[in-house]
């Protein structure tokens, strides 16, 4: 199995809420953070802002 560095994590973590990660993407970046918790604060700091921006920007919620 492929080790990410913590570079390559969060490059994927970025694209992650774009795109569905492959499952070997997936695996690679629970291994990650499952060694570096600076990448796991730092992709749920991603994930919520992204939500919190995408939330401003689309003040109408359109299904989901
Ligand atoms: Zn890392």
Redo the contacts with the bound molecule.
């Keep these: 199995m492929k080790l990410l560095?913590?570079k390559e994590?969060t490059r994927l973590v970025s694209q992650g809420l774009d795109r569905e990660l492959e499952f070997g993407e997936r695996v690679a970046l629970r291994v990650?953070f499952a060694i570096?918790l600076?990448?796991r604060r730092a992709g749920r700091q991603m994930a919520f802002l992204r939500r919190a921006v995408r939330a401003l920007s689309e003040p109408r919620q359109q299904g989901s």
């Design positions: 560095t913590c994590t990650h570096c600076g990448c």
